[in-house]
């Protein structure tokens, strides 16, 4: 089964706007990790969040988590009509697999 | 480059048929993961191994199986295939698949007629 849910499932977004996506997650985790996907293609890492961190920047990444309520949000701030791609969450549970949600398309229209 | 492998790139092949993928993790990854991903779908997690022993089992049928060798590539063997089995079948590696960064393999397309 599932174990992350983005939301939404599709943005579209003008460049030089900001994109935010968000994963809700239902057990407790270990860290969440966001990926990437540009079609038909593997997956790239862009940033890891440990379940003791609240926050977390990498560039243009921004990334908050709320162990609290079992979410986490990601802010692409800027954006760029290269960002456009499917984007996941993936958590770990407590048994060290790696499980995706389904992600969410984002477009960003030059 | 990812420097995960994934053999073969495309497959195509017949109902009720057996094919297996191959994937070389990234050098110095002990940890290997499938994956399923379907037509615009999210990835269902399949199997993880870890060091050449099963460490997590997802959504895998009975009519899979895989494995992990002593050098560390892992294959998946699909069997008794069905027209749904058709989807982007993912590899990827991690160090010691415990909370760390995983890179992923291009993916070997299925496509089961």
């Known amino acids: 089964s599932q174990q992350g849910e983005e939301d939404p499932q599709a943005l579209s977004i003008q460049e030089g706007e900001n994109a935010t996506m968000n994963c809700s997650y239902k057990?407790?985790?270990?860290?969440l990790q966001w990926y990437r996907q540009n079609s038909g293609r593997g997956l790239v890492h862009l940033i890891l969040?440990?379940?003791?961190?609240r926050e977390k920047h990498s560039g243009r990444l921004r990334v908050t988590l709320d162990t609290s309520k079992k979410s986490s949000s990601l802010l692409i701030t800027a954006s760029r009509a290269a960002d456009t791609a499917s984007y996941f969450c993936?958590?770990?549970?407590?048994?060290?697999?790696?499980?995706f949600g389904a992600g969410t398309r984002l477009t960003v229209k030059p | 480059d990812s420097g995960v492998t994934q053999t073969p790139k495309h497959l195509i092949t017949a109902t009720g048929q057996r094919v297996t993928l191959r994937c070389s993790p990234r050098s110095g990854d002990l940890s290997v993961y499938w994956y399923q991903q379907s037509l615009d779908q999210g990835l269902q997690f399949l199997i993880q191994?870890?060091?050449?022993?099963?460490?997590a089992k997802g959504n895998i049928l009975e009519r899979f199986s895989a494995q992990q060798f002593p050098d560390l590539h892992s294959e998946l063997n699909l069997s008794s295939l069905e027209l749904g089995d058709s989807a982007l079948y993912f590899c990827a590696s991690s160090v010691d698949g415990m909370n760390t960064e995983a890179f992923f393999g291009q993916g070997t397309r299925l496509t089961v007629v």
């Open positions: 993936a958590t770990d549970a407590l048994v060290n697999d790696m499980r």
């Open positions: 191994y870890y060091n050449g022993e099963e460490r």
């Open positions: 057990t407790s985790i270990n860290n």
């Open positions: 969040i440990r379940s003791n961190e």
